[in-house]
């Protein structure tokens, strides 16, 4: 949701602001822009859409004699993706500018007010508001006009300003949005508001809390309690992270990248988890003391989106390993209905970016009710990270493509080791079992490795035959029911093929209507404990004449005689089915990711989306 980036330093200002946008571009494309000192006055480009337009325009100033400067790229809240609301705003004579993430609740009643007084708008945005704001407020301090200016304001906001009247310093702030400093190798500073953007200048970062401020100068930075203006001591922490892994690296998009990049990610996140000789799972991380795992009553996952998905496999592996009971909310429900948890029951939250606004505030009305709070995040640092009691990182590496593809089974594999890891505490299953558990996922990676390429080939054959259907239904049973859902997700969301997910055993009670010889069905059918009763579900798709793609476990040739569009996935490691939902989301991935390629839609950015969604 809005990408924000600034440098002040000895650099020259606007390629730096042009890499940085590029690495954010993920978090919304419907506008871009920048601005940057130049002759003493603020210089700003601006341009509707994508960021290749702000590009083009800005060509012939990119080795302008500039040091200072600020970027943003939206996803628009307030007022439609037109190059008047795009960022960075100025006050009344653009003698100060701003670029913001984040919603202003409150900008109604200040606008009018500031209307009143005098101030001209040029703009629908919430952000301009807060432009005029601050120049209502400003004197000789821009720290002191900027900190009067938020406590006036309500919602949430991580913003960097620029003024003519200081040209040596950034100001920058946050609430609810995320918002991090990088320190530069003697070169200046930086700001964004996600660490890639930080990556080719430095790995040495900050990250600001709710209500501080910062300011930045060539040479220094400093941050303050917004309300109180008492300095805060802030540590600095190291990305390990490389700058190659936010690139393509020879990949057409970041999807397919990050499609390939999934067995590597699965061994990032089981690495030092599973004891090799004796099969233990050890998550010292999640802080968990064994009396208070073993009084549990209840566990509430709580995410959105594709982190939902992976929280609707986790209650299978959870309730049936643990035998706990086990509730899955998404994040904008939980937050608005009657929460029933105490400090028996555990919230954990699902999310790749550790920012989704819905998931926070689920996580936070839940520790106030008393409920410990784990949440399973990528990204180090986020706010997620920082409100819950535990992290437990899933290690997937950044993440670009708006699709969660590696990021999801990443979740699968950090869930997979903590159900693991209740059972082993609890001894609600043998320590044989679990030994086995943890052999077979630590062998799926190479697994993947070695059949990834001709599993691409395999579905593209397929997509060719299917890429301009209008609808696709995708049907799963017991752990592959959430990866149907994924699957119809996937494509729908890049593909903009209308696509739906169901447990194969509800189709009859309504879904079947779809059925015709036009409807695609992909059916996810690996030998597993609901085998025959999928089978029967399938053959009830057939019996409508339904357009049927199956996959299913190599070997089963009983799936040939349903359907010639048959592709087979090896069988897991171990022959645990227990594993599927992680192998079997992959041909899913894939074929989104093949027919929106064919359709020529753009697949790391479609329409309307941004990667992270810091709005409610
Ligand atoms: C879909 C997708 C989204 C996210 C959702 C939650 O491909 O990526 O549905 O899963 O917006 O995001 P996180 O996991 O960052 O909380």
Redesign the pocket.
């Known amino acids: 949701m809005c990408g924000i980036v600034g440098y002040i330093g000895t650099r020259k200002v606007v390629p730096i602001l042009m890499e940085g946008l590029k690495r954010l571009e993920y978090r919304g494309y419907d506008s871009a822009g920048v601005v940057y000192f130049h002759d003493n006055k603020l210089i700003k480009h601006r341009a509707q859409g994508k960021l290749g337009n702000l590009e083009r325009i800005i060509e012939d100033v990119l080795g302008v004699e500039s040091h200072v400067g600020l970027g943003h790229t939206r996803w628009a809240t307030h007022g439609a993706p037109t190059t008047e609301n795009a960022h960075p705003h100025g006050d009344c004579n653009d003698d100060l500018v701003i670029v913001h993430n984040g919603i202003i609740e409150n900008y109604q009643t200040l606008r009018s007010d500031l209307k009143k007084r005098g101030h001209i708008f040029r703009s629908e945005t919430d952000t301009e508001v807060l432009a005029h704001l601050i120049e209502d407020h400003l004197d000789k301090d821009l720290v002191a006009a900027v900190r009067k200016a938020l406590k006036k304001v309500k919602g949430s906001y991580a913003v960097g300003v620029l003024w003519k009247g200081q040209p040596d310093i950034i100001v920058a702030a946050r609430n609810h949005s995320p918002l991090v400093i990088g320190i530069g190798n003697g070169d200046g500073t930086f700001l964004a508001s996600d660490v890639p953007a930080l990556l080719p200048y430095t790995r040495k970062v900050i990250f600001l809390e709710d209500k501080e401020i910062a300011v930045l100068s060539a040479e220094k930075w400093e941050v303050k309690n917004l309300d109180s203006g008492r300095k805060i001591k802030k540590q600095v922490q190291t990305i390990t992270w490389d700058a190659g892994m936010a690139e393509k690296t020879g990949f057409k998009h970041f999807m397919l990248k990050e499609i390939y990049e999934q067995p590597q990610a699965l061994l990032n996140t089981l690495r030092g988890r599973i004891d090799p000789q004796n099969g233990r799972i050890e998550l010292p991380e999640i802080g968990l003391s064994e009396k208070y795992i073993k009084t549990l009553e209840r566990i509430v996952l709580v ?5 939902w998905h992976a929280a609707l496999v986790a209650k299978y592996w959870l309730e049936e390993w643990v035998g706990i009971p086990v509730e899955v909310d998404i994040g904008s429900e939980f937050r608005y209905r009657t929460l029933l948890l105490n400090n028996k029951v555990l919230t954990l939250s ?7 606004a819905d ?1 926070l505030a689920g996580i936070k009305l839940a520790s106030q009710l008393g409920s410990k709070v784990i949440t399973i995040c990528n990204v180090v640092g986020s706010t997620m990270t920082r409100q819950a009691d535990a992290t437990l990182y899933t290690h997937a590496g950044p993440e670009i493509g ?3 593809t590696k ?1 999801f089974t990443s979740q699968l594999a950090a869930l997979f080791l903590f159900a693991s890891y209740l059972a082993q505490v609890r001894k609600t299953l043998p320590s044989n079992k679990i030994k086995q558990l943890g052999q077979a996922i630590i062998g799926l990676p190479t697994l993947l490795e070695e059949n990834l390429p001709d599993l691409q080939k395999k579905i593209k054959a397929v997509a060719e035959l299917f890429y301009d259907s209008r609808n696709f239904l995708f049907v799963g049973r017991g752990l592959n029911y959430p990866i149907a859902l994924e699957g119809a ?2 494509l729908k ?1 890049i593909s903009y093929i209308h696509a739906e997910g169901y447990a194969a055993g509800e189709l009859k009670h309504g879904p079947i209507a779809l059925i015709d010889k036009d409807m695609p069905i992909l059916g996810l059918v690996p030998k597993d404990k609901v085998y025959e009763k999928s089978i029967s579900n399938i053959e009830e798709i057939k019996a409508r004449q339904g357009q049927l793609i199956l996959i299913g476990s190599k070997g089963d040739r009983h799936l040939k005689k349903i359907t010639e569009h048959v592709l087979y996935m090896p069988k897991a490691p171990s022959m645990m089915p227990e594993l599927n939902p992680i192998l079997f989301t992959i041909p899913a991935q894939l074929l989104a990711y093949e027919i929106a390629t064919m359709r020529g839609c753009d697949v790391d950015q479609p329409r309307n989306l941004a990667k ?2 810091t709005v409610e």
């Open positions: 995410a959105c989106g594709t982190s699902i999310s790749q970016s550790g920012e989704t998931t708006v699709a969660s990021a997700l996937k969301e992270s969604v």
